[in-house]
C-alpha cells in the first residue's frame, strides 16, 4: 500500500480529495516528529514506534586516519497484541 492508496481509502469515506492527502500528510508528520523528539508512539490495536539506538561503531577518517565514533538511532515498530493475533489467525 502506498500513500496514494492511503489518500484513495479515506476518499471511500466521502472526503475530498485534497483534505484526505492533508489528513495523511498531517499523521506521517506526527509520527516522524514524534520519533525525532525521542518519543514513543503507542496506536492501539496497532503498535508502536520507537527509536533504538544501535552500538557506536568506530570508524576512521581515510584522509587523516583519525577515528570517528559514529553513533546511530533507527526508528523500530513493535505490532500490538491485537494486531498480531489478527495476522496469526
Not at 469515506?13 to 525521542?38: P, R, S, T
Not at 577515528?67 to 498480531?84: A, C, H, L, N
Amino acid at each position: 500500500m502506498t500513500k496514494k492508496d492511503l489518500v484513495e481509502s479515506i476518499m471511500e469515506l466521502g472526503i475530498q480529495k485534497e483534505m484526505a492527502y492533508d489528513i495523511v500528510e498531517l499523521i506521517l508528520f506526527e509520527i516522524k516528529n514524534a520519533l525525532i523528539k525521542n518519543e514513543r508512539i503507542m496506536i492501539f490495536g496497532f503498535g508502536t514506534f520507537e527509536i533504538k539506538e544501535r552500538k557506536n561503531i568506530v570508524a576512521r577518517n581515510i584522509k587523516t586516519g583519525q577515528e570517528i565514533i559514529i553513533s546511530r538511532k533507527i526508528p523500530v515498530f513493535k505490532i500490538g497484541k491485537t494486531f498480531k493475533k489478527k495476522l496469526n489467525i
